[in-house]
Structure formats: structure tokens, C-alpha cells
């Protein structure tokens, strides 16, 4: 899978050590993440989990916990935290929120579902077996509020993926920055604004 490939580099390159992942799908990515020490969590985790821990809750429940957990052992940290849960904006919004506080510095949030290639799969409901809902919201609204202050790059893949870096700076990253845009301004003009970074 491209996408594991791609997580699996960015560990070797930055040499991760803890992995975090939201969303677990059919946990074949998850299976195939090269580190011992991960968390996958997952309202109904696939039963092919072969490897680390899994967490069967929705991710605004885990983080409610894990939050705190961070804050008072901040070993409990995570280098990378991969997002791919519900493909809406607003609870990617709230996950990329809650992930900032559990993240390393240095560490890096990888979100999935980014870019949509057809309007039809980036609608609120899901009317197709690819769907990558309004993610891209998310990530137009990161850019626009965060771009000169975070580390940002995009990955080619199927769904794409877009990343952002935690640097040494006290930067908190705060609800609040998705836009709302329709499929059309994206495809017309952030397409090629992401894919550039």
C-alpha cells in the first residue's frame, strides 16, 4: 500500500520511535507500520490487528483520556500520528486539534483523504465505495491559517496525503481553521497549491 510505504519512510527518515493511528479502516496499514510501540484507535477495530495496542473507542473519547495521559507523562507522547477516521471536517478538524496535544516535538500529523479527484467522493455522504468526504477543508484552512508558521508536505497518493510538523516553537494549534469551500474553488485553485508544497 502506497500509503504505508510512505509512513515507512517518513519513520526511517526522522527516525520515530511511537505511532499513533486514527482510524484503523482494515487495519492492514496499521499491520504494516514498522514500529513496535503504536496505538490504533477505532469505534469497531478490524479483528486482523496483529500487532501493537488497539483502542476500541471513537477518537474524541480516546483523546479525552489520552490527552491527559500526555500531560502527565509526557513519555507517552507520539512521533507520528496518522489521521484517517471519519472523513468529515469537522472531526478531522478535531482530531488534528487533539493529535497536536499528544505529539512530540518535532513529531509529525499525517492526514489522509486530502485530495479528492471527483467531486462525488468528496460529498458529506458517502455515495461510493472510495470516499474521502471533506477532508480538504481542513488541510485548505491549515494552509491558510498556519502556512508560514508549520512545516507542511504533500504526498502523492491515490487519496493524498498532507502533513504537518511540529516544531521547538510553542505554537498551539486551535479550532477554528477549516474552510468552507465548495469541491469546485478547491479543484480549481487549492489543488495545485497543495500539490506544490
Not at 499513533?20 to 479502516?25: C, Q, R, S, V
Not at 486539534?97 to 468528496?122: F, Y
Not at 480538504?136 to 497518493?157: D, H, N
Request: hydrophobic content about 35%.
Amino acid at each position: 500500500m502506497e500509503r504505508t510505504n510512505i509512513i515507512n519512510k517518513i519513520i526511517k527518515e526522522k527516525g520515530y520511535e511511537t505511532y499513533l493511528e486514527i482510524g484503523l479502516g482494515d487495519g492492514a496499514n496499521f499491520n504494516n507500520v514498522q514500529l513496535l510501540d503504536k496505538i490504533g484507535v477505532d469505534p469497531n477495530p478490524p479483528k486482523t490487528i496483529t500487532s501493537g495496542m488497539t483502542k476500541e473507542q471513537e477518537s474524541d473519547v480516546f483523546f479525552e483520556w489520552y490527552i491527559q495521559e500526555c500531560e502527565h507523562d509526557l513519555s507517552a507522547k507520539r512521533d507520528l500520528i496518522f489521521i484517517d477516521g471519519l472523513h468529515l471536517s469537522e472531526q478531522c478538524e478535531k482530531d488534528i486539534v487533539n493529535a497536536w496535544k499528544c505529539l512530540n516535538s518535532g513529531g509529525t500529523i499525517l492526514i489522509h483523504d486530502c485530495m479528492p479527484w471527483e467531486e462525488i467522493i468528496a460529498s458529506r455522504q458517502r455515495k461510493t465505495v472510495a470516499w474521502t468526504g471533506d477532508v480538504y477543508k481542513c488541510v485548505v484552512g491549515l494552509i491558510e491559517t498556519y502556512g508560514s508558521k508549520l512545516k507542511m508536505k504533500f504526498y502523492p497518493e491515490r487519496a493524498g496525503l498532507f502533513s504537518i510538523e511540529k516544531g521547538k516553537t510553542r505554537l498551539i494549534v486551535k479550532p477554528g481553521f477549516t474552510k468552507d469551500i465548495s469541491y469546485q474553488e478547491f479543484d480549481q485553485t487549492w489543488k495545485s497549491v497543495i500539490k506544490s508544497l
